[in-house]
Nanobody, 122 residues
Framework: QVQLVESGGGLVQAGGSLRLSCAAS????????MGWFRQGPGKEREFVAG???????YYVDSVKGRFTISRDNAKNTVYLQMNSLKPEDTAVYYC????????????????WGQGTQVTVSS
């Protein structure tokens, strides 16, 4: 069983930055793929970024060059550094975990956090 707790959301102006954190419980964190998803107002939840156990990273095209996912296995924590934020990045951001490798399909993630709100004003 893995429990995930996100933090770091908030209100920021366009062009600003935020760093989200996701703290995980469990001894097997280092073997899990971790993903960040988001759900904007009136939209379906979508994959944003992911990192495999070995640190390999994946991003959706809309955030490439602006967002960076990283993980600290010693702290059981995954981060999402978000720079050059845009109003369209406004969403609830969720952390998710699964054994094996990153996938963009949310149904394949077994564990989810409660979400943290990110609001970007224009």
């Amino acid at each position: 069983q893995v429990q995930l707790v996100e933090s770091g959301g908030g209100l920021v102006q366009a062009g600003g930055s935020l760093r989200l954190s996701c703290a995980a419980s469990g001894r097997t964190f280092s073997t899990y793929a971790m993903g960040w998803f988001r759900q904007g107002p009136g939209k379906e939840r979508e994959f944003v970024a992911g990192t495999n156990w070995n640190g390999r990273t994946y991003y959706v095209d809309s955030v490439k060059g602006r967002f960076t996912i990283s993980r600290d296995n010693a702290k059981n924590t995954v981060y999402l550094q978000m720079n050059s934020l845009k109003p369209e990045d406004t969403a609830v951001y969720y952390c998710a975990a699964r054994p094996s490798n990153v996938t963009m399909r949310e149904a394949e993630y077994a564990y989810w956090g409660q979400g943290t709100q990110v609001t970007v004003s224009s």
